[in-house]
């Protein structure tokens, strides 16, 4: 009887021993597909032209209101004291207009770029589940916080070839 429960007991570990998971998870990595699809190649085409452009815009303000300040102080000999320090404060006024026309660009750029960053991953969040529910799959992690595995459970160019084919 007691070498029963023995063979017993030993069956029934090593069978728990050598249970699988059946869950099926794989990664992906989503900056390649923005970085490397055509709807994600032209949405940070277009945002880096916006900043070249913004950039372009305040460089040129920037350079007025260096030049205007030149200008002042090679006035400042010239004019008088009361003249001299209206102009420094108009300096002064147009500079803190610059400011804040500089953080209403960059918040209005930020904003842009966020919306359509958003907008391109409901597009591929829309395919990868369908895709998940297609292949049966459990769950799906983000490359960025996966240290490492196994190059079969990437994901990542069968789901920008779907997004590259949703785009025609």
Known sequence: MKSFFIKFFIIFISLTCLSY????????DVDFILANSEKGKKILSNLEKKNKENIK????????????ETQIIKQKNIISEVSYK????????????????KNELVKNFKQLREQEINNFIK????????????NGIDLVLNKK????GKNE????????DLVNKSNK
């Open 57 to 68: 815009i305040l460089q040129s303000k920037e350079k007025i209101l260096k030049d205007e």
């Open 123 to 134: 597009i591929v969040d829309k395919i990868l589940g369908e895709y998940v529910k297609k």
């Open 21 to 28: 998971s059946s869950e099926k998870i794989v990664y992906l």
């Open 86 to 101: 209206e102009k420094v404060d108009q300096l002064k006024s147009k500079i803190d207009t610059f400011k804040k026309d």
């Open 145 to 148: 916080d996966i240290l490492m």
């Open 153 to 160: 459970y990437n994901i990542t160019k069968e789901i920008l």
